[in-house]
């Protein structure tokens, strides 16, 4: 609608600023849905295009302000996060057609007083605790702290995946006789399984590496790639219109998952 009503002005120069938090609750693009504060930003755009969804924004500026800063009810999202959803947006706006600028500067301001309220989107829940004398897994998603850029064995943020990691690999450093076994998944994005596989083994050992790092015995761990044959595996992971694979559930099936056992 502003983009009509930009062309019919016939501006030459037009601009749009989009001042909002970004966690829409509605329509195709709902963070509300599980996965999607990891969903991959390219993913989101080619989503929304095959569905036919984006705007036709040829020749129009965006500034996008304020992205990922919310207000109560709605917990606030730590900088990775905040980082995410700006460039979700980004590319969404990019692939419409827009020539897209973000303004970082963080939102101080107090919020609108609104006859209009969103849904809270509800934040990914900590790891689980290492088990005591029994076995537990230990899940890192696409929404987690042990996040990969995509198609890579690269932490997105690599202070905040190794701090996640420090708990775990305090547990199994303190007793020999515990053990880590972590499989490495990924979603099924039709792509030969073996290179899911294989992503999946890279990223694995990844986590391994780093876990012997921290002080953890070679011996205790052992590394494998499952790709998108795994028994957790989220469905409907495709929306049913299009066949395009849904960004939420790639999220969530793109992770790492560690088994401990603690023999007592």
């Known amino acids: 609608m502003a983009a009509d009503a930009l062309r019919a002005t016939n501006a030459a120069s037009p601009v749009l600023v989009v001042a909002d938090s970004g966690l829409t609750d509605s329509g195709r693009l ?48 730590d900088a990775p996060t905040r980082a995410k959803v700006a460039e979700i947006w980004r590319k969404v706006f990019e692939a419409a057609g827009a020539r897209v600028i973000a303004d970082t500067t963080p939102n101080t301001a107090e919020p609108v007083v609104t006859a209009f309220t969103v849904q809270p989107v509800a934040l990914p829940a900590p790891p689980a605790q290492p088990p005591v004398c029994a076995r537990g897994d230990i899940v890192f998603d696409a929404q987690s702290q042990v996040s990969f850029v995509a198609e890579t064995t690269t932490y997105v943020d690599p202070a905040a995946a190794e701090a996640a990691l420090r708990p775990v690999a305090a547990w199994l450093a303190a007793n020999p006789r515990r053990t ?41 761990i052992t590394a494998a790639g499952v790709g998108a044959d795994f028994p957790e595996y989220v469905m409907p992971d495709t929306d049913p219109a299009t066949g395009q694979l849904l960004p939420g559930p790639a999220a969530l099936n793109r992770s790492v998952r560690i088994t401990l056992d603690d023999h007592c």
Do not use: C, W
């Open 30 to 77: 709902r963070f509300t849905a599980d996965g999607m504060l990891g969903a991959d930003a390219g993913e989101v755009a080619r989503y929304l295009q095959t569905s036919g969804a984006l705007p036709v924004l040829d020749r129009i500026t965006v500034y996008l302000a304020g992205m990922g800063y919310s207000a109560a009810p709605q917990h606030p999202l």
């Open 180 to 220: 880590a076994f972590i499989r490495g998944t990924t979603a099924n994005d039709g792509s030969d399984p073996a290179r899911l596989r294989e992503l999946g083994a890279r990223r694995a050992d990844t986590v391994a590496t780093g876990l012997t790092g921290l002080g953890v015995k070679p011996a205790q």
